[in-house]
């Protein structure tokens, strides 16, 4: 009889369950644990980019079981919608439960804040004493969640203080104490309301890092030099994501990799093997401009690479080419299937391109940019010459290439003198 | 006036969405909403049951084997009985390969195994030892739609039609139901059964508001939908119909909608 609920597969994982939840970061974070789970040699079960609710992980689970309903993975790694993590708690049992943080930013959704945190502890409240949680310091609200739960708790944060922010935003969430209300006194603040806090009132302490970043230097869009301190050991990491963000990404990463048992070289590998992921883009200068070509062939890559992309502002320079030669695959529906939904909101302009541009156009339309913001040039060679009339000098310009018309757009730039011909086969 | 409303269940999405099909719902989404019709789209899946009148319009996209046998036992319910009677009461659907096969009345898989389907559809299918594939062109047949539908085709099983439905049009170019009589998907009502994925619906917006027509004169009174520009649809559907078939076509793509 084949396993049919949610619960008999999950509960065939040899590794067991993680759960990655939060309002920011989970993506990244479990794409990270996930590369250091590869680097270990197991192979991660692993839900869609967005696919965070019960139906995603159920799907992910039935999709990567063979025809007896066995998984064909070792551990399940999943992303929860923080609404869900309750119910995913219940059902999947899970060995660990990372947070990464709270932010307002759906409350539509989810009601206050608070009320969020309240049901996030109820779930917490399943565990056993077996499995492990990990919690964001930096975070208050975060940070002081898992107090009823027999499971053990841990903590990453940031540790280096020369990278912090002037003041509190007016904006900032969590500003209060959860336990007594008052005001929280903030000494230090790195983004949003992340930082190191305590309560005048009933001396609420922000808890002690298991994992930290105690060196850091942000080099900009290509990264940064992180050093961390675990109870394990202390690492140099190069990690090629940008923003504070990432640095606490990583630490959830690198956090989560450690209590389940990863040794120091496969959380290495992991972030190496991570960080290339986007360095395979390739910058080249081109008439007071950054080209920056990304090989972009299905829907799994083209949703990487617009995930990093949001990390590079809005108000983008755009090109994407979409060609349908045999290398490409002749079927272009799988256009439908990348959240391009993501990528409307950071364009200037886009210019959809390639044997297909007129498909890539339709896509774009509906995935809600202003058509005014379009641009359907099939030959690339003008839709490179119309994106470098339409930017600004210095600025780049995102080229998300299909591979055959990567491969176009290295010979067009060999031809046009701007790089040397060592591209050519 | 209320705004008007257009109730969309989307069947399985996790499960039988392979090649863009999602891409049929973003479509009728977007097309209500560029005409101020507020379109709410609801995932049933696995296990959830469906009320028949909860629903204008059904859409069902194709899956791999292991998902149409999880979703052929899940039809196999109440809830495959539920859209029938949604359909018989003059609800919209829209099925396309794997869920088309599943609605119809079996599908006998070419490794062995037998499917029941929801006899939803006059249509019998079996699985072949070749796949075809390929971009396709069909004369749609459809009233109030009439026209050229383009797309993909990729699928093992060949459908023949029963007397209890209609084909939705004519190949000239590609393979349709079976790569033999020259038909293409199948009408019973306002449901239709296609092997054109591809995201059929955003290359083809005629079809796309026939359906939204069709969905909302049930509940509203009106002759047809406002107009809306289409010249990035009709570009793609010219460019997709001159790369099947070769040549540019003289046949007018789109014939004017209306409600007679």
């Known amino acids: ?425 | 006036m209320a705004q008007m409303q257009l109730r969309i269940c989307h069947l399985y999405p996790e499960l039988m969405n392979i090649y863009g099909d999602r891409g049929n719902v973003i479509s009728m989404a977007k097309r209500c909403l560029w005409r101020d019709i507020t379109a709410i789209v609801t995932d049933i899946s696995l296990g959830e049951p469906i009320e028949p009148t909860d629903f204008d319009f059904f859409f069902i996209g194709g899956g791999q084997d292991r998902e149409q046998i999880l979703v052929s036992e899940d039809l196999s319910r109440e809830k495959g009985q539920a859209i029938r009677q949604a359909v018989e009461e003059g609800a919209g659907l829209l099925s396309i390969c794997g869920g088309y096969q599943l609605l119809g009345k079996y599908f006998l898989t070419y490794t062995g195994e037998d499917l029941p389907g929801v006899s939803l559809f006059d249509v019998k299918t079996v699985g072949g030892d070749a796949r075809f594939i390929g971009n396709v062109a069909v004369e749609c047949d459809l009233e109030g739609a009439r026209g050229m539908l383009v797309g993909f085709e990729n699928h093992s099983g060949r459908t023949r039609l029963g007397s209890g439905c209609r084909p939705l049009g004519k190949v000239l170019k590609g393979y349709g139901n079976n790569g033999e009589d020259g038909t293409e998907g199948c009408v019973y009502k306002a449901a239709l059964g296609t092997y054109l994925h591809g995201s059929l619906l955003p290359k083809n917006p005629q079809l796309a508001d026939w359906f939204i027509l069709h969905a909302l004169q049930r509940r509203y009174q009106l002759e047809e939908l406002p107009k809306l520009d289409d010249s990035y649809e009709n570009t793609a559907h010219e460019a997709a119909l001159r790369l099947t078939l070769g040549f540019r076509s003289r046949i007018s793509s789109f014939m004017p909608l209306s409600g007679k």
């Open chain 1, 1 to 425: 009889m084949r396993p049919q609920t949610l619960e008999e597969i999950a509960s065939l994982l040899p590794g067991g369950c993680v759960l990655v939840s939060g309002t920011n970061g989970k993506t990244t974070t479990s794409n990270l644990l996930a590369g250091m789970l590869r680097a270990g040699g197991l192979q991660p079960v692993h839900n869609k980019v967005g696919a965070n609710l019960i139906t995603g992980i159920t799907a992910a689970l039935a999709q990567s079981s063979d025809r007896r309903g066995k998984p064909r993975g070792d551990i399940g790694l999943f992303e929860v919608d923080e609404a869900t993590l309750p119910a995913a708690i219940k059902r999947l049992t899970p060995r660990l439960v990372i947070l990464t943080n709270l932010f307002r930013d759906q409350l539509d959704r989810y009601g206050e804040l608070e009320s969020l945190g309240r049901k996030i502890e109820g779930g917490l409240q399943e565990l056993g004493g077996d499995a492990c949680i990990l919690l964001n310091a930096d975070d208050p609200l975060v940070a002081s969640l898992g107090n009823e739960s027999k499971a053990k708790k841990y903590y990453y944060g940031i540790e280096y203080e020369e990278v912090a922010e002037g003041g509190l935003r007016h904006a900032a969430d969590s500003k209060n104490c959860r336990s007594c209300g008052e005001k929280l006194a903030f000494s230090v603040n790195f983004f949003g309301h992340m930082g190191k806090y305590s309560c005048p009132q009933c001396g609420l302490e922000r808890p002690t890092v298991d994992f930290a970043a105690t060196g850091i230097e942000l080099k900009g869009a290509t990264g940064s030099q992180v050093d961390v301190s675990t109870p394990q050991s202390s690492l140099r990491l190069a990690l090629g994501l940008p923003g504070l963000y990432n640095v606490q990404n990583l630490l959830a990463a690198l956090g989560g990799a450690e209590l389940l048992g990863l040794e120091t070289g496969h959380i290495e590998a992991g972030v190496e093997d991570y960080s290339t992921a986007f360095g395979r883009g390739e910058r080249i200068p081109i008439r007071g401009r950054t080209l920056f070509l990304v090989l972009s062939k299905n829907p799994t890559g083209f949703n990487e690479v617009i995930r990093t992309l949001r990390a590079e502002g809005r108000d983008l320079a755009i090109i994407v080419a979409l060609n349908d030669r045999i290398a490409d695959g002749r079927d272009v529906s799988w256009i439908w299937d990348v959240d391009f939904e993501e990528l409307a909101p950071l364009a200037r302009f886009l210019i959809a391109s390639g044997t297909r541009a007129p498909d890539m156009a339709l896509r774009m339309k509906y995935a809600g940019l202003d058509t005014a913001k379009l641009q359907v040039e099939g030959d690339l060679k003008k839709a490179l010459d119309k994106a470098i009339e339409r930017s600004r000098d210095g600025e780049t310009i995102y080229a998300l290439t299909t591979y055959t018309a990567t491969l176009d757009m290295r010979r067009l730039l060999t031809r046009m003198g701007v790089v040397a011909d060592y591209w050519e086969d």
